[in-house]
């Protein structure tokens, strides 16, 4: 596992340890990257669920100004900070150990916005997961418009449509399934 491109590309990345996340592919991050950059000029990335940080890492590594970590997992939130520190990341980040919705919840309220957020939760429950993480970024203004959501699912996954959310693009790696969805209108205020 490794940064693919930009200013940290080729510096190794450690796995979580143990089998309780499933690390992307370098094949399928570089595909993911192809599809959505290659590279940024500026902005803020989410990583959800985000395991040992590799897609964030890559996100600001590849030009964006700053990358929020969310993981519920202790080993994980160790692995993130680990590989922080070997990609000379860590003042371009901020690592919070939460459940990933309460995290995304948390943001939102503070009123961040991203212009990039990656979900990748565990196969066994990621159409559950992120269903429930894209209602609530379609509700909120967490996701700038033309801003993108990346999400890691299983081969067989079908996720929903939403107002706010438009799916543009879907393609299968093996086991695989990235979708990406861009946010192609702004929530209105009720009054």
Known sequence: ??????????????????????????????????????????????????????????????????????????????????????????DKATVY???????????????ETFQLIVIDPPYAKAELYIKDALEKINGSEVLERGGLIVCETAASSELPHFEHLSIIRSERYGETKITIYERVNVVEESS
């Open 1 to 90: 596992m490794r940064v693919i491109s930009g200013e940290q590309g080729g510096l190794k990345l450690k796995p979580v340890p143990g089998k309780q996340t499933r690390p992307t592919t370098d094949k399928v991050k570089e595909s993911i990257f192809n599809m959505i950059g290659p590279y940024f000029e500026g902005g803020q990335v989410l990583d959800l669920f985000a395991g040992s940080g590799a897609l964030g890492i890559e996100a600001i590594s590849r030009g964006m100004d700053k990358g929020f970590f969310i993981e519920a997992q202790h080993q994980a939130v160790q692995t993130i900070q680990t590989n922080l520190t070997h990609t000379k990341l860590s």
């Open 97 to 111: 150990k939460n459940d990933s919705l309460r995290g995304l919840k948390a943001v939102i309220s503070r009123g």
